[in-house]
């Protein structure tokens, strides 16, 4: 393997209380739901950057 990449900076997130990444699963015959909530600060302004990524029929 290479080099490891830089995905992000200026994270904010406390993982203890508030997850980055979510998984919701709908049961054996349905689509699993993933979650991606970071949350960053930047010249003290905070955002949240969310998107749910639908996967289908996962078992």
């Known amino acids: 393997m290479g080099a490891g990449s830089l995905m992000a900076q200026q994270l904010v997130n406390d993982v203890s209380t ?4 979510a998984v919701e699963s709908a049961g054996s015959a349905g689509n699993a739901l993933i979650t ?8 003290g302004q905070n955002f949240t950057f ?6 289908a029929n996962v078992p």
């Open 36 to 43: 991606l909530k970071p949350e960053f600060s930047i010249s």
């Open 50 to 55: 969310h998107h749910q990524v639908s996967i």
């Open 18 to 21: 508030n997850r980055i990444f």
